[in-house]
């Protein structure tokens, strides 16, 4: 079956470290989105992609940056993690606007 | 996201039905979407309206009034498995990912 997958599951790292979170689905979608969760804040876009090399900007894109070298994956960097950072990531992908978003189970990431 | 709102918590019991309102405010609307959110857990899709009325799937249904900027979810039949957050999500301009709202979160009780 097709999926959706992130890793780590958990992360915990240090004020500015360089810190990579992996997303790689197999539904062979053209669309793929980073978010981040928090409360109150509710899920937050910063990254994402239409299709191979193609990557734009969120409402919360300082600090991070994504590379789309193929179909499958869409990791999401942080260039030097900072406490403002700790949130929960979802990765989520789409056929096209019309159809629903897939998610990833989340990543934990907590910098300290 | 500013521009969709939905109440921050509710709690029905085991049963009733409740209905979770969104308001919403785009420059190119397409569609509305409504995710259930388990604690701990990831989005999972409910439903998806483009055209004005109501969709129903089951116990779920949902409700559009484009001009009036405006949805709701209505869950029947209420169970315990229903407490979760509900998200509300549109795209805010054309095809532009989808903007989501902070989420309702339900509480079910007996």
């Known amino acids: 079956d097709a999926e959706i997958t992130q890793s780590p599951r958990h992360k915990i790292t240090e004020t500015g470290r360089q810190v990579t979170l992996a997303c790689h689905q197999t539904?062979?979608?053209?669309?793929m989105f980073w978010y981040r969760q928090d409360l109150g804040h509710g899920l937050r876009l910063i990254h994402y992609?239409?299709?191979?090399?193609?990557?734009n900007k969120g409402e919360v894109s300082d600090g991070y940056s994504v590379s789309r070298s193929n179909t499958e994956d869409l990791p999401l960097t942080l260039e030097s993690a900072a406490s403002s950072q700790t949130s929960v990531y979802f990765c989520a992908s789409s056929t096209d606007h019309n159809h629903p978003l897939h998610f990833g189970n989340g990543t934990r990431l907590t910098v300290t | 996201g500013q521009n969709i709102d939905q109440p921050t918590e509710m709690t029905a019991t085991e049963g009733a039905i409740v209905q979770i309102n969104c308001t919403y405010q785009?420059?190119?609307?397409?569609?509305l979407f409504w995710y259930q959110q388990h604690a701990g857990e990831a989005p999972t899709f409910l439903s998806y309206?483009?055209?004005?009325g109501l969709e129903e799937k089951g116990r779920f249904s949902s409700f559009l009034s484009r001009s009036k900027g405006y949805s709701y979810l209505l869950l029947k039949e209420l169970q315990m498995k229903d407490s979760a957050s509900y998200l509300c999500?549109?795209?805010?301009?054309?095809?532009?990912?989808?903007?989501f709202g902070k989420g309702t979160r339900l509480s079910v009780i007996a």
């Open positions: 785009t420059s190119g609307f397409n569609g």
């Open positions: 999500a549109v795209p805010l301009a054309g095809n532009t990912p989808l903007v």
């Open positions: 539904w062979n979608h053209n669309n």
């Open positions: 309206n483009v055209l004005d």
């Open positions: 992609s239409y299709g191979v090399q193609d990557t």
